[in-house]
C-alpha cells in the first residue's frame, strides 16, 4: 500500500491479503478435487472435499471480523478504505463457492452409485476455466492488475457457453432415455454450480477493478477498454 505512515497499519494490511489468500487456495483446491472426484468416480475424494467446508467458513469469520476491526481502529481512507471492502466481498465469495464445491461432490456422490451416463469431457473444460477465472481473480486482486481482472469478467462468457452446451448434450440424453433423468439432473446442477463459481470470481475481478479504478462494471456497466 501506499503512503502509509504507520507500519503496524500495513503489516495488519499484509496479514489480511494472507488470510485472504489462504482461503483463496482452499477454494480452489475444493474446486479441484470436486472435479476430478467427478471424473475419477472417487466418492471417497468427494467426502474428503466436503470435509473442508468447515475451514472455509472459519476463514471467511475470521476476515470478515479482521476487516471490521480494521474499519472501526484505522478509520481507513481511500484506496485502503476499498481494499478492505474488497476483502469482506472476496471472503464471502470465497465462501459460496466452497459451498458450490460441496453441492458438487453431493452429487458426485450421488452419481457414482449408477452406471456413468455419458463421457465428461465438457464438464472438466468447465471446471477448468472456472478454476483459471479464481486463480486469476485473486491474482489481479493481489497485483492490483485491473487488466488481469478484465481478462475474467471476458472469460465469463467461455463459462457460460459451456454450460449451455452441456445442458443442451445432457437433454438430448435424457429425451431418448428416459431411466437416465435423475442422472441427467445430476449432470445439469453440476454444471450449474461450476457456473456459479466462474459467476463469483467475475464478481470478485469486478471488485477489483473498481478498488484500481474506481470504475464500477457491474450489471452491464463498460468493461476496460483495450
Request: aromatic share 2%.
Amino acid at each position: 500500500m501506499q503512503g502509509h505512515t504507520d507500519t503496524h497499519f500495513e503489516e495488519e494490511l499484509r496479514d489480511l491479503k494472507a488470510e485472504i489468500l489462504k482461503m483463496g487456495a482452499i477454494v480452489e483446491e475444493m474446486i479441484a478435487r470436486s472435479t476430478q472426484a467427478l471424473v475419477a468416480r472417487d466418492s471417497h475424494m468427494a467426502e474428503e472435499v466436503m470435509s473442508q467446508d468447515p475451514e472455509v467458513n472459519q476463514l471467511e469469520m475470521g476476515i470478515d471480523e479482521r476487516c471490521l476491526q480494521l474499519l472501526a481502529l484505522r478509520q481507513p481512507a481511500a484506496s485502503d478504505l476499498r481494499f478492505i471492502i474488497l476483502g469482506l466481498k472476496i471472503s464471502k465469495d470465497l465462501e459460496r463457492m466452497g459451498d458450490l464445491s460441496v453441492d458438487i461432490c453431493q452429487q458426485v456422490t450421488q452419481l457414482n452409485l449408477e452406471p456413468q451416463l455419458k463421457p465428461y469431457q465438457d464438464l472438466p473444460r468447465l471446471a477448468a476455466t472456472a478454476q483459471r477465472m479464481v486463480k486469476q481473480a485473486l491474482d489481479s486482486f493481489v497485483k492490483r492488475d485491473a487488466e488481469l481482472a478484465n481478462q475474467v469478467c471476458e472469460m465469463d462468457d467461455e463459462a457460460d457457453d459451456l454450460k449451455d452446451q452441456i445442458f443442451q448434450d445432457v437433454v438430448t440424453i435424457m429425451q431418448k432415455e428416459t431411466e437416465a433423468a435423475a442422472r441427467g439432473v445430476r449432470l445439469i446442477l453440476v454444471a450449474r454450480h461450476l457456473e456459479r463459481i466462474a459467476d463469483h470470481a467475475t464478481n470478485i475481478a469486478e471488485e477489483v477493478i473498481f478498488m484500481v479504478n474506481g470504475k464500477d462494471i457491474r450489471h452491464g456497466g463498460a468493461k476496460l477498454r483495450h
